[in-house]
């Protein structure tokens, strides 16, 4: 987990309601209209920045098995396909993936005196060893007429918007950690927040194709496909007496 290097930079400001503010707080706002934070005159605040970092893992691998068959009646190729296909989404039920994960897609075509039967099964594994292992049974077993395609990684839905709460969040507490160390130096003690705002938010991933040489484990495969999230936020706290009795953040 990395964080984005920041300083924090206190002034007190000459005019009614003295404000501590982060130094770069200025190069956040360039060239936008600041929105006016309405305080009252004599309450006093601290303002920084925090950011955060978090990268995580793929949840999920999607699995292609692919049957192919040509025979000169419509019966026999259909009954072999569904046969091999039956086999498949056995295979995968057994391996704890739920119906909603496979779908199954066919096609059937005449050529000649041939009938061309061409099906696909998505299979969405959830853990990565069984994943493994349903691909293993499935090769072994069957024969030249079924392909089992390569795993593709990915996340779903659910662990990215968990990650980008999680950053979020980690952003807040690190400008907190920010504020509270700047109170210190200035003999204040950090109270309640005034204002919450997430500045800047991005995501990336990194590819299999940054990495080269010798073939990758199963565990350096699924490490590959990282999705990296980030968060800038602004925080207004108030500035309180280091002798205040009041509730503090």
Request: hydrophobic share 35%; proline share 3%.
């Amino acid at each position: 987990m990395a964080h984005s290097p920041s300083r924090v930079f206190a002034a007190v400001s000459a005019t009614a309601g003295d404000v501590y503010r982060d130094e770069n707080e200025a190069v956040f706002y360039q060239g936008r209209k600041q929105t006016p934070l309405h305080i009252q005159s004599n309450v006093r605040v601290v303002q920084v920045t925090g950011c955060a970092e978090i990268s995580c893992p793929s949840d999920r691998a999607t699995v292609s098995i692919s049957v192919k068959n040509s025979k000169e009646n419509v019966n026999d190729v259909t009954n072999s396909v569904s046969r091999r296909l039956d086999y498949v989404i056995q295979t995968a039920r057994q391996h704890d993936v739920k119906e909603e994960n496979i779908t199954v897609a066919k096609h059937l075509q005449r050529e000649g005196e041939l009938f061309h039967m061409h099906a696909e099964v998505l299979v969405v594994f959830s853990d990565f060893e069984k994943m493994q292992h349903a691909r293993l049974v499935l090769i072994e077993k069957l024969d030249k007429s079924v392909c089992v395609g390569d795993p593709y990684y990915s996340h779903s839905a659910e662990s990215l918007n968990l990650l980008r709460r999680r950053v979020c969040l980690e952003a807040v507490d690190n400008a907190r950690l920010k504020a509270s160390e700047a109170c210190g130096i200035l003999g204040q003690a950090l109270g309640r927040p005034l204002l919450i705002r997430e500045e800047e938010s991005r995501e990336w991933t990194s590819g299999q194709h940054e990495v080269t040489g010798s073939p990758l484990t199963l565990h350096q495969r699924t490490g590959l496909t990282l999705v990296y999230v980030s968060s800038r936020v602004f925080v207004t706290f108030e500035l309180q007496p280091k002798d205040s009795n009041r509730r503090k953040f």
